[in-house]
């Protein structure tokens, strides 16, 4: 079925609006049954029958699921299949795309620009050191990267790193889409080898265009685009705008350093660097949102984020925070209000990968894992899909403070090859 507001996809999600891509569309969706919106995402329907696009969007479902659930990440949810057409359903994101961010505010204020950097930065490092075995996203760029109503910096949109190999698709369309604008030098060579660091690289460009209201480096044309991104070295930021700190300016030239060995390795020096810079910012009030907290480098006026107005100056209060710098990245538990929990599919055969999600019956997912329904033995009536280091865990705000709740459930054979999950356990803790 072609998506057009109105339709319906499953019998159950009821599109809204609808934004084509490149290769894929993403429809806003409402859950007829919960009220819950979800982002679905699926491959453009003229390009529905290359089988070789199919697979690689199956390995960006497979990509992203395995993600997990993180602040700073657009968490995907789980799948539907639907008339042959499979979509990824995503955390549907309330707010703007760093893209249009910047349209309406060029240049952000410091404050703003290093909290909503080191946002991203948090994102990212989580992919890559994702249990998954690690994701470099490949296409950092401000069109994917979000800013909720609230100021939560997300970063979206996995699938070049399953979807196309590394090197840079030489058409005006590329250009016109932005991607040559920030990717890094070893990325336009078509490099297969990829590491992080070239994350890093669209991030330090990123960065760049934050904190003076410039790329870094720009052509007319793609050839002369390449030109620059291999052979000259960007402006210091601070060259651009005398408020950005020097030690600010370096690091985003060290993130744009031609060769990989020079930037710095990975997102946790990156994050080490913002904290201490954000620490040592002057605390000069700028004119804030008192709706999300917004401050602006313009006068007082309408606010980009969250439609809101932006009044009287105010010290900014940042949303990353130090302690998420330690350990290992940090998860956004599941959060519950009502304790009626259902498990979705209902139905799966041995040995395929299915996405599994638990669901309030009246609040929608609530957590999502990929799972690979596994072969058992002939004897055995019902075996535990989950072993007990995969349960879900997370907290009721309802009830009293430490109460928390484990989600498990196992399959029932319904016959040869296909097995039932009619049940789920919720057990509480005090």
């Not at 329904?373 to 009293?400: K, M």
Request: proline content about 9%; overall charge negative.
């Amino acid at each position: 079925m072609s998506e057009i507001p109105g339709s319906v996809i499953a019998g159950r999600y009821e599109v809204l609006r609808v934004h084509p891509g490149g290769m894929g569309v993403v429809s806003i969706v409402r859950d007829r049954e919960t009220g819950e919106r979800y982002a679905a995402k699926s491959i453009r329907e003229d390009l529905r029958a290359d089988v070789r696009i199919r697979r690689r969007f199956g390995r960006e479902v497979e990509t992203w699921i395995g993600l997990g659930r993180h602040e700073n990440v657009v968490e995907a949810l789980f799948t539907v299949e639907d008339g042959g057409v499979l979509r990824l359903f995503l955390e549907a994101v309330d707010g703007t795309t760093l893209a249009e961010l910047l349209a309406s505010e060029p240049r952000l204020c410091l404050p703003a620009a290093v909290d909503l950097a080191g946002q991203f930065a948090l994102g990212l490092r989580h992919a890559h050191e994702s249990p998954s075995g690690g994701v470099i996203h490949r296409d950092v760029k401000p069109a994917n990267l979000f800013v909720t109503r609230d100021r939560v910096g997300k970063v979206s949109d996995f699938g070049i790193a399953r979807m196309r190999t590394a090197a840079l698709e030489t058409t005006a369309e590329g250009i016109g889409a932005g991607t040559p604008l920030y990717v890094s030098p070893e990325q336009l060579k078509g490099v297969r080898a990829l590491d992080g660091r070239t994350d890093v690289y669209s991030f330090g460009a990123v960065l760049f265009e934050m904190l003076t209201g410039e790329l870094p480096l720009r052509a007319e044309s793609l050839e002369s685009q390449i030109y620059l991104v291999l052979r000259r070295d960007p402006a210091a930021p601070r060259d651009l705008n005398p408020a950005v700190p020097r030690e600010l300016s370096d690091l985003v030239l060290a993130c744009l350093a031609k060769s990989p060995a020079d930037r710095p390795d990975g997102f946790r020096p990156i994050l080490e660097s913002l904290v201490r810079i954000r620490e040592s910012l002057p605390e000069d009030a700028a004119a804030s949102c008192p709706s999300c907290g917004f401050a602006s480098s313009r006068p007082p006026g309408p606010c980009p984020v969250c439609g809101g107005t932006t009044g009287e100056p105010a010290p900014f209060v940042p949303r990353f925070a130090d302690e998420a710098l330690e350990g290992e990245p940090e998860v956004v538990p599941a959060r519950l209000s009502v304790p009626d929990v259902v498990v979705e599919p209902a139905v799966a055969r041995v040995g395929e990968k299915i996405t599994v999600r638990v669901a309030l019956r009246n609040r929608g997912t609530v957590a999502a894992r990929q799972v690979e329904v596994p072969r058992v033995a002939p004897d055995r009536d019902v075996f535990p899909l989950l072993g007990p280091d995969e349960v879900w865990r997370g907290e009721v705000p309802p009830t009293p403070a430490g109460r928390t709740f484990d989600v498990s459930y196992s399959f029932v054979p319904l016959r040869e090859g296909t097995y039932d999950m009619p049940a789920s356990t919720l057990r509480y803790h005090g």
